[in-house]
């Protein structure tokens, strides 16, 4: 079973049934179904056209869902519309749908939500670590979103800036993991910035482009992670990078910055560093401190901690760190990398392994592992 040819045609069916009249949260049951009537059939079955059954499956469910004496009469209407097997529609509606998901009635917040969940594919548990909250609140609040919308008519579309943290948010679990969601969200974003003009749009575009064109380099051939300061330059996309500056650099010249255009001109000085020791870790700083003053975030706080223990030593990293709440996601892989490079590797062998307790995903848990197991053998030595 193809999970990743799956969540590719999820966004397209479910767009074909809201354009059709179902209602959003019955719609997105009704694929939901057909998803897992694909994952008991496929295997041993296998249609010809995947998008096609889906689409029939999944409107022939929404039928089922929505059968009652009242609406008899417009269900055999609905029947008459049915689509027949066969080749889907080619026309790729899911920036559409993103838009339509991010709708007036909804929370910025629960309308991003939602949208990951019915569109994006991401799991609850995924969305929540992505928002630092337990998955129980994050299931519910999707929940709540799903009820507000259910029966209303998407015809008014929300807006530009949910969309585009739905699509970062989409990339950084790609990016992650699944090399295909990257590559669909850059697709979407790309077609975002070409149909509207927004700085934001053009910033969140470079940011995907230039962190993606690092991607070869980030893993060993035996799937560990390898770490930006031990990364072979050389296998970087350097047409990419150069799309992502030269996109970057003609949204900074109109003098509106967002955070992502801040993330990406912080990205651009990693990606125009011949080594880490000549990154110009200052720049980088002065950078964090404007995304900072744009986010509050205390994910950036935690980043610009790094950032400075470069800049001017492990130290004053360390101290930057203090203000932070550990529970933070990598505050302790963070303090275990200032604790080393200040010379106390037992803390940071502690640390280390306490990182790699909480880390999120397997190859982070072994590569934070690895680390403190190297800093344990020199102590032994």
């Known amino acids: 079973m193809n999970e990743v040819l799956l969540r590719s045609l999820t966004p397209s069916v479910l767009g074909i ?10 719609a997105e049951d009704a694929v939901q179904d057909a998803l897992v009537e694909a994952v008991r059939v496929w295997p041993a079955d296998p249609p010809r056209d995947p998008k096609g059954w889906l689409v029939t499956v999944a409107w022939r469910r929404f039928l089922d869902a929505t059968r009652s004496d009242s609406a008899r009469r417009r269900r055999e209407d609905l029947v008459d519309e049915e689509p027949a097997p066969g080749h889907g529609p080619a026309v790729d509606d899911t920036l559409q749908l993103y838009f339509l998901c991010a ?36 299931a519910q609040r999707i929940s709540r979103a799903k009820r507000t919308v259910s029966g209303v008519r998407f015809d008014q579309p929300g807006d ?26 850059i697709r979407l974003t790309r077609q975002l910035a070409a149909a509207i003009d927004h700085p934001e749009a053009a910033g969140l575009l470079a940011l995907m482009l230039l962190h993606h064109a690092r991607r070869a380099a980030r893993t060993a051939p035996d799937g560990s992670l390898v770490p930006l300061a031990e990364q072979d330059r050389g296998r970087w996309d350097t047409e990419s990078i150069a799309e992502g500056v030269g996109i970057l650099q003609a949204a900074l010249a109109r003098d509106r910055l967002g955070e992502f255009q801040a993330q990406a001109a912080i990205a651009a000085l990693h990606a125009d560093a011949p ?68 010379g106390d590797p037992t803390t940071a062998a502690r640390l280390y392994a306490e990182a790699a307790q909480k880390a ?11 680390q403190a197991a190297r800093l344990n053998a020199r102590r032994c030595r």
Request: net charge negative; aromatic share 6%; hydrophobic share 45%.
């Open 360 to 370: 999120p995903n397997l190859a982070e848990r072994d590569h934070l592992t690895r």
């Open 275 to 342: 080594t880490t020791e000549e990154t110009d870790w200052v720049q980088i700083v002065e950078w964090y401190d404007e995304l900072a003053r744009l986010t509050d975030s205390p994910v950036v706080r935690l980043n610009r901690a790094v950032a400075v223990g470069e800049a001017d030593g492990p130290r004053a990293g360390l101290a930057a760190l203090v203000a932070l709440d550990d529970s933070l996601p990598r505050h302790a892989a963070v303090a275990a990398y200032l604790h080393e490079r200040d």
């Open 160 to 185: 530009v800036a949910t969309v585009l943290h739905v699509l970062y948010l989409v990339f950084n679990e790609g990016y992650s993991g699944d090399v295909d969601l990257s590559a669909q969200a």
């Open 17 to 26: 049934l809201v354009r059709r009249g179902a209602d959003f949260a019955a």
């Open 103 to 138: 709708h007036p009635s909804l929370t910025p917040s629960s309308a991003v939500a939602l949208t990951l969940r019915a569109v994006g594919g991401l799991t609850t548990r995924q969305i929540a670590q992505a928002y630092l909250v337990p998955e129980a609140t994050m």
